[in-house]
């Protein structure tokens, strides 16, 4: 059984990246190639053993971090015969182009935020006077999305941990199995799930079944009940535990 899942949250390799360099806490301005390189790849690889759809620009640029990351492995002849110093200061840095990428994709970025901000607010500015708007009060309170603080990034890497951790208690099943579990049926159980752990539980612990498949539509339920407003993802800092809850107010029509 494949699954074949398009997910809009991603927005590019140097959403991506950015990501990275928050998360690791790592100077713009300074990358540790290797290391950006091999969770980029990671990154890469979780997407495609979920049979995510990997845009052609995500290669395109594990492709040039392998090559910056090649050519400041290999020494570099073409100054051989200057003086050493001289020869440090002509070397053009190869991360150089990727870093002024970056930068101005993380100006872009923030304008964005602050035009978004910006719109918020006005959205909370009225030209006639107070209405009584009690009668539509459940309505919107219904209607307002939560303020998410987990990225589908930050979901990735907790799969990441989660693989990781299975593998290493035992290893997943590879025999394919005629057993096929729709994503809607593993939304039910997921509610259910959260609501016999008293509306909250842990992320690791919606995935009690060590088998491959039934990770997979696992991860892609929890995804499609986020979009859906269904459940609630919350993470308190780096690093720290992923917890899931039903959104207040919420009833998922699958549940009996």
Request: hydrophobic content about 40%.
């Amino acid at each position: 059984m494949q699954y074949n899942v398009k997910i809009d949250a991603f927005e590019g390799p140097l959403d991506l990246l950015l990501h990275l360099i928050n998360h690791l806490e790592i100077d713009i301005y300074d990358i540790p190639v290797a290391e950006i390189t091999e969770q980029y790849l990671i990154y890469i690889h979780t997407m495609k053993e979920l049979q995510l759809d990997v845009a052609s620009e995500f290669l395109v640029m594990a492709a040039t971090l392998l090559e910056i990351k090649s050519k400041m492995l290999l020494p570099n002849h073409s100054h051989s015969g200057l003086d050493d110093e001289l020869a440090v200061e002509m070397e053009e840095d190869p991360r150089e182009e990727l870093v002024q990428r970056l930068i101005e994709y993380r100006k872009y970025k923030e304008v964005a935020d602050d035009l978004k901000s910006l719109e918020q607010e006005r959205g909370l500015m009225f030209t006639k006077p107070p209405s009584d708007l009690s009668a539509y009060s459940k309505v919107l309170e219904t209607e307002n999305k939560p303020d998410i603080n987990v990225s589908l990034y930050d979901m990735l890497g907790a799969l990441q941990k989660l693989l990781r951790r299975k593998r290493l208690q035992k290893p997943l099943l590879t025999k394919i199995t005629r057993q096929e579990i729709p994503i809607e049926q593993r939304m039910k159980e997921i509610i259910k799930e959260i609501k016999n752990a008293k509306g909250r539980t842990r992320f690791d612990d919606l995935f009690s079944i060590r088998n491959r498949e039934h990770i997979v539509v696992t991860f892609l339920a929890i995804l499609e009940l986020m979009k859906q407003n269904e459940i609630i993802v919350e993470q308190e800092n780096n690093f720290a535990d992923i917890f899931v809850m039903q959104r207040k107010g919420a009833d998922y029509h699958g549940v009996s």
